[in-house]
């Protein structure tokens, strides 16, 4: 579990930060990249040996599902790791981290689609919206994605982060520089989580799934904003701060 988990925050890590890089690239006026899991993908594959480091980073992402399935059976570290609460977050997370590994493996294996986030999300809407109750599912999902977002917002700006790290082990300059990376990336991350929420919510009141948005969207409508480009800039730097953050608990993290 030790290796699994460790290897699956090193993955989230890389994605985050090229996520970010992409976005402020984005920013810059570079409108051909993609911002989203499939243009990091993308650019990762571009480098040399980039198919071995998609291939890596699928791996490690699939560490991480299984390292949270672990905390759903068998309990996560430190106090309380067993609670019930505790283990149903650990579900959730393992269903989403099995969803994204299986994207980023299949796209190493060849399968890749040349869909954005941005259609897949309207795309998903559309069908949903066919169920006989599929805009209140809609809606749900939105209100959902919301609430994550404030939450994961919460617990970075609280540092709830902290009781899961080897403090002992860092030094003071250390300590101080992973408390920025998880404040400001936790933010910035669950900012985007709130946004796309916002989204959701939106395209199920107007029953209209073009107003869906994927992660890509998601960060442009930030530099629609009064603010400008500085915004897109503002929150992609932070997506790469929660990427160097991942990378910290990798390093840190108590298992």
């Not at 290796?3 to 690239?25: H, K, M, N, P, S």
């Not at 933010?187 to 199920?204: P, Q, Y």
């Amino acid at each position: 579990m030790n290796v699994l988990a460790r290897a699956g925050l090193t993955a989230r890590g890389v994605v985050y930060v090229l996520v970010g890089a992409l976005a402020v690239q984005v920013a810059l006026d570079d409108k051909g990249k993609q911002a989203d899991r499939g243009g990091a993908l993308t650019e990762l594959a571009e480098q040399p040996f980039g198919a071995l480091f998609v291939w890596t980073v699928g791996i490690g992402l699939a560490a991480m599902a299984l390292w949270r399935l672990s905390e759903a059976v068998l309990g996560a570290a430190g106090p309380g790791g067993r609670d019930t609460s505790k283990r149903l977050l650990a579900g959730v997370r393992f269903v989403f981290y099995s969803f994204v590994a299986v994207s980023v493996i299949s796209f190493a294996a060849g399968r890749k689609s040349s869909d954005s986030s941005d259609k897949q999300s309207k795309d998903a809407t559309a069908r949903v919206f066919d169920l006989p109750v599929g805009r209140w599912l809609v809606a749900l999902v939105g209100v959902v994605i919301v609430g994550a977002g404030v939450w994961i917002a919460a617990r970075a700006v609280k540092r709830e982060y902290r009781k899961h790290l080897k403090l002992s082990r860092m030094s003071q300059p250390t300590e101080n520089a992973v408390d920025l990376l998880g404040v400001v990336g936790g933010v910035s991350r669950g900012v985007v989580f709130f946004a796309a929420g916002c989204f959701a919510v939106t395209a199920a009141v107007k029953y209209d799934p073009g107003k869906a948005k994927g992660l890509d969207d998601t960060l442009r409508t930030f530099a629609d904003t009064s603010a400008g480009p500085l915004l897109l800039v503002a929150i992609a730097v932070g997506l790469v701060l929660f990427g160097l953050f991942s990378f910290a608990m990798a390093r840190w993290r108590k298992v």
